[in-house]
Structures are given as C-alpha cells and as structure tokens.
Nanobody, 121 residues
Framework: QVQLVESGGGLVQPGGSLRLSCAASGSIGSINDMGWYRQAPGKQRELVAGMPSGGMTNYADSVKGRFTISRDNAKNTVYLQMNSLKPEDTAVYYC???????????????WGQGTQVTVSS
C-alpha cells in the first residue's frame, strides 16, 4: 500500500506564508512526478504546481512568483512554500504522486487526504 500524508495547512492573513508538506510512504518502487492541486468551494480541482523527479517545475499562472515547489527525493517528500497569500488561494490542497509500487511496472497516481488553507483577515 502507498500513502501520501499532508501537513502544514491552516489559517493565515493575506500577505502571509505557509509551507505544505506531503510525505509518501509504503511499498514504493519509484516516484515520477509529484505536486499539488487545490479545490476551492464550488470550483473544479486545479493544478497548482508539479515537479518531475529530475526535471522542470510547472506552476499555475495564478501562483507564479509566489509559490515554490520542491522535493526531497531521499524522503519521498514534496513541499509547497506559499508566500504573499491571497484570499483567492483559499482551498483544500491535495498532493499527488505518480508512483510505481515495489515490484511493479506501471505508475499510478496516489492522492493525499487534503489540507485546508484559509487566507482571511
């Protein structure tokens, strides 16, 4: 079994910062890309940032210059540093990992349980 566990959400004032973490554990063979989606009330889930195992990052236009994604491959962990937060960043943030299980050949997408980020004064 593979699990992704997120942490770091919470309530922050506009202009503030938060750092989200997501650690993958279990029967992991290899991890391709990892990243973050978010879903605000009444809206579709959208990609925030993605990062392949050794390649270039990609960001939603709405977060470029404010959010930074990073990975610690030794810890199977992906981070999202969020600065200059705005009320419109309020959403549930989900991490994902494109993971090949030990002994397997096919990569599947696994999701974290979600963590709430609320930006409000």
């Amino acid at each position: 079994q593979v699990q992704l566990v997120e942490s770091g959400g919470g309530l922050v004032q506009p202009g503030g910062s938060l750092r989200l973490s997501c650690a993958a554990s279990g029967s992991i063979g290899s991890i391709n890309d990892m990243g973050w989606y978010r879903q605000a009330p009444g809206k579709q889930r959208e990609l925030v940032a993605g990062m392949p195992s050794g390649g270039m990052t990609n960001y939603a236009d709405s977060v470029k210059g404010r959010f930074t994604i990073s990975r610690d491959n030794a810890k199977n962990t992906v981070y999202l540093q969020m600065n200059s937060l705005k009320p419109e960043d309020t959403a549930v943030y989900y991490c994902y990992g494109n993971i090949v299980r030990s002994g397997g050949r096919i990569a599947y997408v696994y999701w974290g349980q979600g963590t709430q980020v609320t930006v409000s004064s």
